[in-house]
């Protein structure tokens, strides 16, 4: 019955489905702060290198992927992050190959607009030690460069 009112009325339903899905987004992004982007679905055989990461980051806190370009690394972090997304509460990917500063800076509104408050600095000259002194007392957030 609802789905054949939902026809009838087609311009009005897909306002709906429009301001529905939009609300499921903003509630999902409102809990975790992140730049994540699901790797691609054609990647796979690399188990054994996708054990070895969480208990790198156990022991060390941190881990290195290494290899020469094109071999699939930001796959192989993107792959562990979308196993372990629930994991924690910041993931932010960062591209070495631009501005590091600018991106500090987006990560910056990032949490000031999943806060809604200023819980860090945005200026692009102070971004970078504002996000490191905000996260340095976390445990649940993840940093990919």
């Known amino acids: 019955m609802y789905l ?8 009005k339903s897909n306002f709906l489905i ?9 509630t999902t992004q409102a809990t975790k702060v992140t730049n994540f982007v699901r790797p691609v679905s054609y990647y796979v055989n690399h188990e054994a290198e996708l054990i070895k990461i969480p208990a790198s980051l156990y022991s ?5 992927l290494v290899g020469v370009s094109g071999i699939g690394k930001t796959q192989l972090a993107r792959q562990y992050v979308d196993l372990n997304f ?3 509460k910041l993931i932010w990917f960062f591209d070495a190959n631009i501005n590091l500063n600018q991106q500090f800076t987006q990560l910056a509104k990032a949490i000031n607009e999943q806060s809604n408050q200023t819980m860090v600095a945005e200026g692009i000259n ?3 030690d504002s996000v490191l002194n905000y996260l ?4 649940n957030f993840l940093i990919v460069v």
Do not use: D, M, V, W
Not at 18 to 26: D, P, Q, R, W
């Open 126 to 128: 102070e971004a970078q």
């Open 86 to 88: 629930k994991k924690y």
């Open 60 to 64: 060390f806190q941190k881990t290195s």
């Open 4 to 11: 054949s009112s939902l026809r009838r009325k087609r311009g």
């Open 18 to 26: 429009f301001l529905f899905l939009t609300l499921i987004i903003h």
């Open 136 to 139: 340095a007392p976390q445990n």
